[in-house]
């Protein structure tokens, strides 16, 4: 039970990290999804270790 417990605060702290990263980033994303709508190409940039480009970003 414990093990359990120790798993799900691992991964709501997580989820808090990386909205605190996506909250840092929110700017930038923002001129990314404008160049989405827009059609423009992005530049590809490596986020959460993949490399984006071309392809819409989730505004959470």
Same mark, same amino acid.
């Given at each position: 039970?414990?093990?359990?417990?120790?798993?799900? *605060?691992?991964?709501? &702290?997580?989820? #808090?990290? #990386?909205? +605190? /990263?996506?909250?840092?980033?929110?700017?930038?994303? !923002?001129?990314? +999804? !404008? !160049?989405?709508?827009? %059609? +423009?190409? *992005?530049?590809? *940039? #490596?986020?959460? %270790?993949?490399?984006? &480009?071309?392809?819409?970003?989730? /505004? #959470?």
């Amino acid at each position: 039970m414990r093990r359990f417990y120790e798993a799900i *605060t691992v991964r709501l &702290a997580r989820l #808090k990290y #990386k909205n +605190w /990263i996506h909250d840092f980033r929110i700017e930038e994303r !923002a001129q990314r +999804w !404008a !160049a989405e709508r827009s %059609g +423009w190409e *992005t530049i590809c *940039t #490596k986020r959460h %270790g993949q490399m984006s &480009a071309r392809r819409p970003i989730n /505004i #959470k």
